[in-house]
């Protein structure tokens, strides 16, 4: 594996000049080999089914710096642009939906337009990689390394919003209805801004202390139960929806979901809606099993278009939202009072180190698929770039009214599946994700999609995550320290996720001091939100816990400790008999009887 072609130090080869460069894109698009290339493209597109005959042929391999038809490069930037797609719209919808900010559809349809145009920015800035002027250090990693809206921010902020409407930060209706919130959505911005800077701070610290302070037995369980705390959400939309549509009363008619005037509304939980998102999630298992290359690394979003077709076919669509959406949009057309809310400070420092750790693991396995080196001076290179441009793009997202920025684990399988690691499919599937963003009628179809079909494929995304957080653990060697520290942050996390109210009676201060009331209600956040509490435990306790002089995996038994005391009495008593037997043949004794010995 040669990383050469990406120095650390000064690139002492001629630069190409203006002409060379205007050349070499001439030949690409007007030439066969530069737009199409001698790429099998049926092996992208060809699924697996049980009678078909698979090719014994590999698929050539792109790298870093490899020349690469255009055709191949667009059609492999819209695979990883739609590989991205569910990941990076489901957490605008739902902080914008009924459990977080409860904004209309015009504002939930910007969300989801700026989310794919941020997305395609940002990610632009980790694949290109810039070298700050005079320091040894980078921002962007030079891979394939996108970014999407973090999952991690959807406790944080749906229990952040809940306090807000509780303490009346958040304005709510005489009847007790929740109205939308663009001041809370602002001070969660503006404090994720601020706590960006740990990440940025953290990125110019050597990749060993990070991971001697923040290892596998800490991120592990934190990522595992950001997971977990989210499946919960994706069951309620699974059911019909989340909000007061999901009470049952035990006298008169039901409540309807989503709502008692929406197309083809229904009680929540009916068997309708557990139809539609088993529809979504059978699909998405299908094309696993039976999908080309393409269909796989998509089958997310293969699974929700059928969901919506479904739905769509049976009338659970509300068309109206999508004509009422203008025809493009873009970064600023709505924006939101930046603030600072302290009770989500703590909860979003923990994010941020939660991401950074994200940032690390998922860097290292795209050098991995993209067959770079793993180590060396170049790849803490990649590893302090990736971390600050991580950081970085956490910073300018909100300023773009979007919550904070992770690098995305999805990707690396699609490189690994079509064999290409060239920049050019990752600034393709940029250009896609600006594109879907900027056309906001495409994000009003995304917004429409009823709450069961959004359930079915989130259901599958989040426990993705939970996943990756116990890939995380598995490697920890599982010795009696290691147990203990996971023992102790796992319980105070789950009992938080199945309890979240366990907390809120604690502290009864009813003042007017509001510095006062806003140091408790940050410590009610951050114990009733599981995944907090689990991180700065598990800090805590491996920073407090010495490690062992011994394994307890490797310990000794008692029965294996007589082992060796057996076998020198085994080997004493066949050598004395040996001894025996030899004498009675020389005839120096009249007879010697040797009773059988037994082991």
């Not at 109205?179 to 602002?186: F, K, Q």
């Not at 960006?196 to 001697?212: G, H, Q, R, V």
């Not at 600023?332 to 600072?340: A, D, E, Y």
């Not at 604690?506 to 940050?522: C, D, I, L, M, P």
Request: glycine fraction near 10%.
């Amino acid at each position: 594996m040669d990383d050469s072609p990406d120095q650390i130090g000064p690139d002492m080869a001629p630069k190409k000049t203006f002409g060379d460069k205007a050349r070499s894109l001439l030949r690409a698009i007007s030439t066969k080999d530069g737009l199409i290339g001698d790429y099998d493209y049926a092996f992208l597109f060809t699924p697996n089914l049980p009678f078909m005959k698979k090719s014994r042929r590999a698929a050539p391999f792109f790298g870093l710096h490899d020349k690469m038809p255009v055709i191949l490069a667009m059609v492999l930037g819209i695979q990883h642009a739609l590989s991205m797609l569910a990941g990076i719209i489901s957490p605008p919808i739902i902080i914008a939906g009924q459990g977080g900010a409860n904004f209309s559809d015009e504002q939930s349809q910007y969300l989801v337009s700026t989310s794919l145009i941020v997305c395609g920015i940002l990610s632009a800035i980790q694949i290109t990689r810039f070298h700050i002027f005079k320091t040894p250090y980078y921002i962007g990693t030079g891979l394939i390394s996108v970014v999407g809206t973090s999952f991690a921010i959807i406790p944080v902020a749906t229990g952040a919003f809940t306090q807000m409407y509780a303490t009346g930060y958040c304005p709510t209706a005489a009847d007790g209805t929740k109205l939308p919130c663009p001041e809370g959505y602002g001070a969660l911005l503006g404090t994720a801004c601020l706590c960006a800077l740990l990440e940025i701070a953290l990125s110019f610290t050597s990749p060993k202390y990070l991971k001697k302070f923040f290892p596998p037995l800490v991120t592990g369980p934190t990522v595992t139960l950001i997971g977990v705390s989210l499946i919960q959400s994706a069951f309620e939309d699974w059911a019909g929806g989340s909000g007061s549509c999901m009470t049952r009363p035990a006298t008169g008619p039901p409540p309807l979901c989503p709502s008692a005037g929406a197309p083809h509304a229904l009680p929540w939980g009916s068997a309708q809606f557990i139809g539609l998102g088993f529809a979504v999630f059978v699909t998405i298992i299908i094309c696993e099993r039976y999908g080309s290359p393409i269909m796989k690394s998509c089958a997310v979003v293969l699974g929700l278009l059928v969901g919506c077709i479904i739905a769509g076919a049976t009338g659970y669509f509300d068309k109206s939202t999508i004509d009422a959406a203008p025809a493009v949009s873009f970064i600023w057309v709505k924006t939101f009072p930046l603030s600072i809310y302290g009770p989500i400070v703590l909860p979003l420092l923990a994010v941020y180190i939660v991401l950074m750790m994200e940032a690390i693991g998922d860097i290292t396995a795209t050098c991995d698929v993209s067959r770079l080196e793993v180590e060396g001076k170049l790849f803490d290179s990649r590893i302090q770039g990736g971390v600050l441009a991580d950081g970085f793009n956490g910073l300018l997202a909100g300023l773009c009214t979007i919550t904070p920025m992770s690098t995305f684990a999805q990707n690396n399988g699609v490189i690994a599946l079509t064999r290409c690691a060239n920049r050019k499919a990752g600034y393709a599937a940029c250009f896609f994700l600006i594109i879907m963003g900027i056309f906001s009628k495409f994000a009003a179809a995304l917004v429409a999609i009823p709450s069961p079909v959004l359930g079915g494929m989130t259901t599958f995304l989040f426990s993705a995550v939970a996943v990756s957080g116990i890939r995380i653990i598995s490697t920890v060697p599982f010795t009696r320290r290691n147990r203990f520290i996971l023992t102790a942050s796992l319980s105070l996390g789950f009992g938080a996720i199945l309890l979240p109210n366990w907390f809120s009676y604690v502290f009864t201060y009813t003042g007017n001091n509001h510095a006062k009331q806003g140091f408790f209600n940050a410590i009610i956040l951050v114990l009733e939100t599981g995944f907090a509490v689990t991180a700065f435990l598990a800090i805590f306790l491996n920073l407090l816990l010495d490690e062992e002089i011994e394994d307890e995996t490797a310990s000794i038994t008692a029965n294996e400790e007589d082992v060796e005391g057996d076998r020198e009495e085994w080997a004493r008593i066949q050598h004395e008999r040996i001894e025996a037997v030899g004498v009675e043949k020389d005839g120096d004794v009249e007879s010697a009887e040797i009773a059988p010995v037994k082991a």
